[in-house]
């Protein structure tokens, strides 16, 4: 399934089951300092947008999922109309932003999306594009549960308890790896009703994101492990990828 289909299935789901996740955000807002144009890309509904502007940085928010975009529209419209916060359906696959920012974050796992190499190699060099000089990205890896902990290959986890407008959702996934391919099957149930979602998602490893930055033209790349920002590092030649990660660089 195309990311956009499972976003578009996920959405009224999504805001439930991620806003919880706060670990990354005094990571952003560190790189947020002395930036005046500030874009997330996989912005979804809004989890990370609302600290960025409630801390008094103007953001773009993008994403390729319009309805993704509907439900962070209706949580921030304040900040639009505020003219602090815009809104945009973009694809960097296919293209680079007219406006260019001094920070982009592609966050929460929003890269690994991206199956193929030319679709990769085409989203770096369109978000090095939708720079200003001396701007900085940051994009936020997973590693894959079933390769921290190989005892989940393939099984039902147990089923998590969620509320949506009230109504308990039940969660339960299975993950399973094809090569660097995450297959991963989500079933909500909520009463009585089950939706099944499939995504798919690709571990990158620190040494072919340093390889996919390094040729789009970034420099000074770094890595932080568990978004701990004083881990801030450069890649020593022998360093293997064990955890989830974020690459930080500079289009110079």
């Not at 974050?105 to 939708?130: A, G, M, P, R, W």
């Not at 001396?134 to 147990?158: C, H, Q, R, V």
């Not at 391919?181 to 989500?186: L, Y």
């Amino acid at each position: 399934m195309r990311a956009e289909d499972a976003y578009r299935r996920f959405a009224k789901y999504y805001n439930m089951y991620v806003q919880e996740f706060m670990d990354d955000i005094p990571v952003y807002l560190k790189l947020c300092e002395g930036a005046k144009d500030i874009a997330e890309v996989g912005c979804g509904t809004g989890r990370l947008l609302k600290p960025l502007l409630d801390s008094g940085y103007r953001v773009t928010g993008i994403d390729i999922s319009d309805a993704m975009m509907s439900i962070a529209e209706m949580k921030l419209n304040y900040y639009i109309e505020d003219g602090m916060l815009e809104l945009i359906n973009h694809n960097f696959i296919k293209s680079y932003t007219s406006k260019q920012y001094d920070r982009i974050f592609v966050t929460f796992y929003t890269f690994n999306y991206l199956i193929h190499d030319d679709e990769q190699t085409q989203f770096i060099k369109n978000v090095y594009k939708s720079m200003k000089p001396n701007g900085i990205i940051t994009i936020d890896l997973f590693y894959p549960k079933t390769m921290a902990n190989p005892e989940y290959e393939d099984k039902w986890s147990d089923e998590k308890e969620y509320f949506h407008n009230g109504v308990k959702v039940l969660m339960k996934d299975n993950r399973k790896m094809i090569g660097e391919i995450e297959e991963r099957i989500q079933i909500f149930s909520q009463e009585g009703i089950s939706d099944e979602i499939k995504t798919c998602r690709r571990f990158v490893n620190k040494k072919d994101m340093y390889k996919l930055l390094k040729d789009a033209g970034f420099s000074k790349i770094r890595f932080v492990e568990g978004y701990d920002y004083s881990d801030l590092h450069e890649l020593a030649v022998d360093e293997s990828t064990t955890a989830g990660f974020m690459a930080i660089a500079e289009k110079l």
